[in-house]
């Protein structure tokens, strides 16, 4: 199902995918398009829906909050077909102009981010009404960015918020670049977030606090642990027991030894 709805100027679109995990759960990916400028482009296998959403509205420049397949996968659509620049990190440039051979879990929720050619992004995106400062955010991923619109106090925050409180993270996460990432995101001024998966939210700074004080307990016990000559292995199997399908399903690219590690 895909749904398309308006929220003040801003034209959201979302649409869903199965998380093939137990219990398995929907997982949402919001598209938002302001002014002609659509954030992120959600993933290819949500091609069908999502062309028809592109081919019926204006969209005159993309912005990609990093580059996994759930952001990117239309990237090339979008590039061909459009004609639209694609604005990304400079730091995956390079990364954006291969197709990643990626794992087949992640080819059967997401499917491919075929290759295409980005321009980097500067320090604001403009619109015909909006000024978007970009910030460098990295945790999730080392070139993460999101986008501060300050005027209407809104924050769009591709994969920082997200999971309030993750149990696992992808081997290629790192929690305490994280943290820093919302300490500096604190001190903006907002009050809406956009986020990609879990939508609009108007507590945002409660929630982003939330988030950075479950990072901060878990790495104090994480560091207690240590402290008392605990591997971080141990630690992890400690804090987190029991199944771990995701981690199975992924074959361990997934895992809460990841979120131990990095914290
Ligand atoms: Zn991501």
Request: glycine fraction near 6%.
């Amino acid at each position: 199902m895909f749904e398309v709805f308006n929220y003040e100027d801003i034209i959201c679109a979302r649409g869903s995918r199965e998380m093939p995990w137990k219990p398995s759960f929907q997982m949402n990916v919001y598209y938002y398009l302001i002014d002609g400028l659509l954030i992120d482009s959600g993933p290819y296998s949500l091609a069908e829906e999502a062309i028809e959403f592109f081919n019926t509205h204006k969209i005159e420049q993309v912005f990609l909050s990093h580059i996994h397949e759930d952001h990117a996968g239309m990237a090339c659509w979008l590039q061909e077909k459009l004609q639209v620049p694609i604005y990304l990190h400079e730091g995956s440039l390079e990364e954006a102009g291969q197709e990643p051979e990626l794992a087949k879990y992640r080819l059967d929720i997401w499917g491919r981010r075929q290759a295409f050619k980005a321009e980097p992004i500067s320090d604001a995106i403009k619109t015909g009404s909006y000024v978007f400062d970009v910030i460098n955010s990295p945790g999730h991923y080392p070139y993460h960015i999101v986008l501060h619109e300050k005027n209407k106090a809104w924050l769009f925050s591709g994969d920082l918020l997200n999971n309030l409180r993750p149990k696992s993270i992808m081997f290629d996460e790192n929690m305490n670049e994280t943290i820093l990432s919302i300490r500096k995101i604190l001190d903006l001024d907002f009050t809406t977030v956009f986020c990609t998966h879990t939508g609009i939210r108007k507590n945002a700074k409660e929630l982003f606090l939330s988030k950075l004080n479950y990072l901060l307990g878990l790495q104090q016990s994480i560091q207690a642990l240590r402290n008392s000559g605990f591997s971080d292995t141990e630690i992890a199997e400690q804090l987190f027991p029991g199944p771990d399908p995701i981690g199975n399903l992924s074959g361990g690219e997934f895992s809460p030894y990841y979120l131990v590690s990095t914290l």
